[in-house]
């Protein structure tokens, strides 16, 4: 971080808004009823839509998301794996923003305005990250804060980012990032997987971003263990499945050429739109001494913004 070098808050900076943007919040389940009660219990008001995207759940998840929330869009998955219900989660959506949040009470909802903040403070992508200043986990491993750590690095190398925690998946990003992202969520039959539907959907998302030059902001992030049952990843399984997700995008283009039309997103308020403004809105976020916007917590990395890449339009 930059020294502090004003006092604007990024409140008084949203002049042109038209209206809120809608935001869809798309949670993946796997066996995750003990857990829903309280991750929908701390899910704030005023939210666009509530997806559920489940991956068959034996536990009677889909049940008890009815009964919490009964405007809750319930998708069921149609391959296997986390990276398939993304992919199915977010092809679902109609929202203006998507936030992507998991299911066992390791991703705290309560932050959900911060990744918003974010957003409509001109960030295309608002990327978790639990290894900055106001971020933190009481869940991951130490085994797997190590594996992060070298992924992590090697990511930076070979993408130009500068992330800090490569493996979250606590995102959050405006809907024109999607054609980016350029993810499949077609049927290929319940038991068939593709390329990202596993664990690696986060890395792939990630890198994704980066090689669309979108102009991405970490927010930090506290992980809590996760509440009842056990977590789906395999430590050194999935570890590789990333290390793999690192050569294979390194390698392809997929995500560089991607259409982006920011036009509803800054009609909403959102100002980035050139490099100058990536630098501006960097020292306005970076500035920020007023405790109440959460701007303040806001860690600022520019990543692959040398050259945001323009518009389409
Ligand atoms: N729909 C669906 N959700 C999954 C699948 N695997 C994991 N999840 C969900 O993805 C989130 C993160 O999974 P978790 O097992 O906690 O992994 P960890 O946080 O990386 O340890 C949780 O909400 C899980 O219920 C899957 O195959 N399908
Ligand atoms: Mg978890």
Same mark, same amino acid.
């Given at each position: 971080?930059?020294?502090?070098?004003?006092?604007?808050?990024?409140?008084?900076?949203?002049?042109?808004?038209?209206?809120?943007?809608?935001?869809?919040?798309?949670?993946?389940?796997?066996?995750?009823?003990?857990?829903?009660?309280?991750?929908?219990?701390?899910?704030?008001?005023?939210?666009?839509?509530?997806?559920?995207?489940?991956?068959?759940?034996? /536990?009677?998840?889909?049940?008890?998301?009815?009964?919490?929330?009964?405007?809750?869009?319930?998708?069921?998955?149609?391959?296997?794996?986390?990276?398939?219900?993304?992919?199915?989660?977010?092809?679902?959506?109609?929202?203006?923003?998507?936030?992507?949040?998991?299911?066992?009470?390791?991703?705290?909802?309560?932050?959900?305005?911060?990744?918003?903040?974010?957003?409509?403070?001109?960030?295309? *992508?608002?990327?978790?990250?639990?290894?900055?200043?106001?971020?933190?986990?009481? /869940?991951?491993?130490?085994?797997?804060?190590?594996?992060?750590?070298?992924?992590?690095?090697?990511?930076?190398?070979?993408?130009?980012?500068?992330?800090?925690?490569?493996?979250?998946?606590?995102?959050?990003?405006?809907?024109?990032?999607?054609?980016?992202?350029?993810?499949?969520?077609? /049927?290929?039959?319940?038991?068939?997987?593709?390329?990202?539907?596993? *664990?690696?959907?986060?890395?792939?998302?990630?890198?994704?971003?980066?090689?669309?030059?979108?102009?991405?902001?970490?927010?930090?992030? *506290?992980?809590?263990?996760?509440?009842?049952?056990?977590?789906?990843?395999?430590?050194?399984?999935?570890?590789?499945?990333?290390?793999?997700?690192?050569?294979?995008?390194?390698?392809?283009?997929?995500?560089?050429?991607?259409?982006?039309?920011?036009?509803?997103?800054?009609?909403?308020?959102?100002?980035?739109?050139?490099?100058?403004?990536?630098?501006?809105?960097? /020292?306005?976020?970076?500035?920020?001494?007023?405790?109440?916007?959460?701007?303040?917590?806001?860690?600022?990395?520019?990543?692959?913004?040398?050259?945001?890449?323009?518009?389409?339009?």
């Amino acid at each position: 971080m930059r020294p502090q070098q004003g006092t604007t808050t990024m409140t008084q900076t949203m002049t042109h808004r038209t209206s809120s943007p809608r935001i869809s919040v798309i949670i993946p389940t796997y066996n995750e009823a003990k857990n829903l009660p309280h991750v929908f219990g701390l899910l704030p008001e005023d939210l666009h839509e509530v997806i559920v995207v489940d991956g068959h759940s034996v /536990d009677g998840t889909v049940d008890m998301a009815h009964s919490l929330r009964p405007d809750v869009v319930v998708v069921e998955q149609n391959r296997r794996g986390k990276g398939n219900a993304m992919a199915c989660g977010f092809a679902a959506a109609t929202g203006d923003i998507l936030v992507m949040l998991d299911a066992d009470g390791s991703a705290d909802p309560r932050e959900i305005p911060r990744f918003v903040a974010a957003l409509t403070g001109g960030a295309d *992508f608002a990327k978790g990250t639990r290894f900055s200043r106001g971020g933190g986990s009481s /869940d991951i491993t130490r085994t797997r804060a190590w594996g992060n750590r070298w992924l992590n690095r090697a990511a930076n190398v070979l993408f130009g980012t500068s992330y800090s925690d490569l493996c979250y998946g606590y995102n959050a990003f405006w809907a024109h990032c999607l054609p980016v992202l350029e993810l499949d969520a077609s /049927d290929v039959g319940r038991n068939g997987k593709l390329w990202g539907d596993g *664990f690696e959907i986060e890395t792939i998302i990630n890198t994704r971003v980066a090689k669309g030059k979108l102009v991405i902001i970490e927010v930090p992030s *506290f992980e809590f263990p996760r509440i009842h049952g056990q977590s789906n990843l395999n430590t050194w399984r999935d570890g590789f499945r990333v290390l793999w997700a690192l050569v294979v995008e390194r390698a392809n283009g997929i995500g560089r050429a991607a259409p982006v039309d920011r036009t509803r997103a800054r009609a909403l308020g959102a100002t980035v739109s050139s490099a100058a403004d990536v630098e501006h809105m960097a /020292d306005r976020v970076e500035g920020s001494r007023d405790l109440d916007t959460l701007a303040e917590l806001m860690a600022v990395s520019r990543i692959g913004m040398a050259e945001p890449r323009g518009d389409v339009a």
